[in-house]
C-alpha cells in the first residue's frame, strides 16, 4: 500500500489575495425578440489584487500570486427588454464574461 504524504498547511484561497466589488458597466445590447438595441446596466464583479501578499503564505503562495492579475467577472446572465411592448428576458450575448483590468 502506497502512503502520501500531505502538507500539514493548508494553502490559501484565492480570495485571500484579492479585494472584491461590485461595479456596474453600461453595454449595448440587441433584444433577439423585438430586434431593439438599447444600453443596458451591466453588473460586474471587481477583483483587484492586492499589493502585498498577505500574512501566513508560504513559497507556492508567492509565486501563485505573482503570476495573477485584476480581472472582472460578468454577473449577470440575463436581462430584460427596455422596449415596453416586449419586456422580455434574453440572455446576454456577444460580451465577454470576464476581463483582465
Known sequence: MLHRRYDKKARMEEKQFY??????????????????ADTYELRWLVRK???????????RDRARFAKWASYMVLLDDKTMCKNI????????????????I
Do not use: H, W
Request: aromatic content about 6%; charged content about 35%; proline content about 7%.
Open 19 to 36: 479585494r472584491e466589488s461590485e461595479t456596474t458597466k453600461p453595454a449595448t445590447l440587441n433584444c433577439p425578440y423585438c430586434r431593439s
Open 49 to 59: 489584487k492586492l499589493d502585498q501578499v498577505p500574512r501566513g503564505a508560504d513559497e
Open 85 to 100: 411592448r416586449c419586456r422580455k428576458r434574453f440572455d446576454i450575448s456577444g460580451i465577454k464574461t470576464t476581463a483582465f
